[in-house]
């Protein structure tokens, strides 16, 4: 790897990690976009492999920002990824054998409809005093299995699917979710890395460099995050308009257009 591309996964790795403490999700969204197109990895799987791993320690380091600023509720994290980690599992164990550009395809489309759910649920503050309880239980396991499933086939974090699936189960506002995401996003990252390891698809330099840049990040992701929670409904539109962004970008590259 040159000078320039290595400065370019620094770059990417920045963006991601910004990404990552902004909104919870978006990481992977970004992270394998920007490995095929820009820095210039050629197989799909080795990029959602090596974005897997560094998503999954630049969760971790937007997670600990999020915790000091109190945005963490920790029981329903651990629901989320105890369920999910199990579904990530079969997943990417599907996504392996899949195509990789049907597999960027397929994973444009989950993002748009994603992103036109979360544009019509702008505008719900959510319950600040919500939590995980036994009765909730079965509800958060559900949506963290279903969540983990996708994360593990289309080799992403899944905090873009997370954050919903958290607002959707518990009730939590935006800004919970978001930093309770990414419990589970470390978690499954790291889940989906070890398979694609296992394969020899994880290049582990380029891995590193994304690392790097995304602890700059997503410190300033965080502070953003605070700003626009402040403003009902900024947050989340913010995070539809990242999905569909990018979601545009990926499908018409994954059909061959614009190459």
């Given at each position: 790897?040159?000078?320039?591309?290595?400065?370019?996964?620094?770059?990417?790795?920045?963006?991601?990690?910004?990404?990552?403490?902004?909104?919870?999700?978006?990481?992977?969204?970004?992270?394998?976009?920007?490995?095929?197109?820009?820095?210039?990895?050629?197989?799909?799987?080795?990029?959602?492999?090596?974005?897997?791993?560094?998503?999954?320690?630049?969760?971790?380091?937007?997670?600990?920002?999020?915790?000091?600023?109190?945005?963490?509720?920790?029981?329903?994290?651990?629901?989320?990824?105890?369920?999910?980690?199990?579904?990530?599992?079969?997943?990417?164990?599907?996504?392996?054998?899949?195509?990789?550009?049907?597999?960027?395809?397929?994973?444009?489309?989950?993002?748009?409809?994603?992103?036109?759910?979360?544009?019509?649920?702008?505008?719900?503050?959510?319950?600040?005093?919500?939590e995980c309880t036994?009765?909730?239980?079965?509800?958060?396991?559900?949506?963290?299995?279903?969540?983990?499933?996708?994360?593990?086939?289309?080799?992403?974090?899944?905090?873009?699917?997370?954050?919903?699936?958290?607002?959707?189960?518990?009730?939590?506002?935006?800004?919970?979710?978001?930093g309770t995401s990414?419990?589970?996003?470390?978690?499954?990252?790291?889940?989906?890395?070890?398979?694609?390891?296992?394969?020899?698809?994880?290049?582990?330099?380029?891995?590193?460099?994304?690392?790097?840049?995304?602890?700059?990040?997503?410190?300033?992701?965080?502070?953003?995050?605070?700003?626009?929670?402040?403003?009902?409904?900024?947050?989340?539109?913010?995070?539809?308009?990242?999905?569909?962004?990018?979601?545009?970008?990926?499908?018409?590259?994954?059909?061959?257009?614009?190459?």
């Amino acid at each position: 790897m040159d000078l320039l591309h290595s400065l370019l996964s620094v770059l990417s790795g920045g963006l991601v990690g910004f990404t990552l403490g902004m909104v919870g999700g978006g990481g992977s969204v970004l992270a394998v976009p920007l490995m095929v197109y820009l820095v210039g990895v050629q197989d799909p799987h080795v990029a959602i492999g090596t974005s897997a791993f560094a998503v999954a320690v630049n969760a971790a380091l937007g997670l600990a920002s999020h915790a000091r600023a109190g945005h963490v509720k920790w029981r329903c994290g651990g629901m989320y990824a105890a369920a999910g980690i199990i579904g990530a599992l079969f997943g990417s164990t599907l996504g392996k054998a899949v195509d990789g550009r049907s597999l960027l395809a397929l994973f444009a489309l989950v993002m748009i409809a994603v992103g036109i759910l979360m544009l019509r649920n702008r505008h719900n503050p959510g319950h600040p005093n919500a939590e995980c309880t036994r009765e909730k239980a079965p509800k958060v396991a559900g949506f963290g299995f279903t969540t983990g499933l996708f994360s593990g086939f289309f080799g992403i974090g899944g905090g873009f699917l997370i954050v919903p699936g958290l607002v959707g189960s518990t009730g939590m506002p935006i800004i919970n979710a978001v930093g309770t995401s990414l419990v589970a996003v470390t978690a499954f990252g790291l889940t989906t890395a070890a398979n694609y390891a296992a394969s020899g698809l994880v290049h582990w330099p380029l891995a590193g460099l994304f690392i790097a840049g995304g602890a700059v990040g997503s410190l300033g992701g965080t502070l953003a995050a605070r700003r626009l929670a402040a403003s009902r409904g900024r947050l989340t539109t913010a995070f539809a308009i990242l999905i569909f962004v990018v979601a545009a970008y990926v499908l018409v590259r994954s059909l061959g257009f614009g190459v």
